[in-house]
């Protein structure tokens, strides 16, 4: 079967600008991240045009910025350079901006980003992992659950935005109760929850703790960053994750996005689509378009 040839939302990118200035992590002494012990080559610009190059020869119509950890001290200064860009550029068309849902002020902070038209939704990573202290983002694995997170959840309901979720298998309990007790918010799971490997433990506790997500129609799946692990094109990984996830949720609740810059550190851009295309091959037609493009343009408003 040939490979999808039609349009691509591509809902999971970053753009980097000025980084001295806006990113302070960038700044920080160097210390394994969730991406790499050593991502020298992610502290660069990274610009919307450069993006639009990049992307060019797979017919990506339309794309999602999503935050990438800007200086959280004014974030809706990352917003206003994004609408800026998309103003000037038409890229990107919608934007998922940073707030830390805890804060006494979000509703002050989510009117900051609200000012500018192309604002959909929220990421704040509450990813823990279990065993590696280097992917944590936050201090316990149901950080997510607090009552501060939770009236920061309903802060979002109210304005219709989506929620960016990026965990690891053992935190989906806590994706799936906040699915559960916010059915208005619509949520994605970044990255397609993270599977780490194809160990068979590690396969088996991802696949069962997805099994929680899928009678919950407000959660949907963000097919990304498959190789943020792997570090290489890994399509064996690409094409089970896809495979189980599709099988699972269906083409209306899972669509593609890139993770790009990231994933630049190992491989262009062009490479990474035409791999998630063939992990795509088997499927339809008609599930390709949703899969990389009608799904998130539904989700986001687009």
């Not at 200064?77 to 804060?103: C, M, R, S, W």
């Amino acid at each position: 079967m040939p490979l999808y040839e039609g349009p691509i939302v591509d809902s999971h990118h970053h753009t980097i600008w000025d980084c001295e200035a806006n990113y302070p992590w960038m700044s920080a002494p160097m210390r394994p991240m969730i991406f790499g012990d050593d991502w020298s080559d992610l502290k660069q610009e990274y610009l919307i045009e450069t993006f639009i190059g990049d992307s060019a020869s797979h017919n990506v119509s339309q794309s999602v910025h999503v935050q990438a950890n800007f200086d959280m001290t004014r974030p809706a200064d990352e917003t206003k350079g994004l609408q800026g860009f998309a103003d000037q550029h038409g890229f990107p068309h919608a934007i998922v901006a940073y707030a830390d849902l805890t804060e006494p002020n979000v509703e002050k902070t989510l009117a900051g980003h609200l000012a500018y038209a192309n604002t959909r939704g929220i990421r704040q990573q509450v990813y823990w992992h279990k065993e590696n202290e280097y992917w944590r983002f936050v201090d316990q694995p149901d950080f997510c659950l607090s009552n501060a997170f939770r009236r920061g959840i309903s802060a979002l309901e109210s304005h219709s935005l989506t929620f960016d979720w990026q965990g690891f298998a053992p935190q989906f309990g806590a994706l799936a109760e906040l699915a559960k007790a916010h059915s208005g918010v619509r949520f994605c799971l970044v990255h397609a929850g993270m599977l780490t490997s194809l160990e068979t433990s590690t396969v088996n506790e991802w696949t069962d703790a997805l099994r929680q997500l899928v009678p919950l129609e407000n959660a949907f799946i963000k097919v990304s960053g498959l190789n943020t692990f792997s570090r290489r094109i890994d399509e064996p990984l690409m094409a089970h994750v896809t495979d189980t996830v599709l099988d699972m949720f269906g083409a209306d609740r899972c669509f593609y996005g890139s993770n790009y810059p990231v994933e630049r550190m190992w491989t262009s851009l062009d490479d990474y689509t035409a791999a998630q295309k063939r992990a795509m091959a088997g499927r339809s037609d008609e599930m390709n378009a949703r899969f990389f493009h009608d799904t998130a343009k539904a989700f986001y408003r687009i």
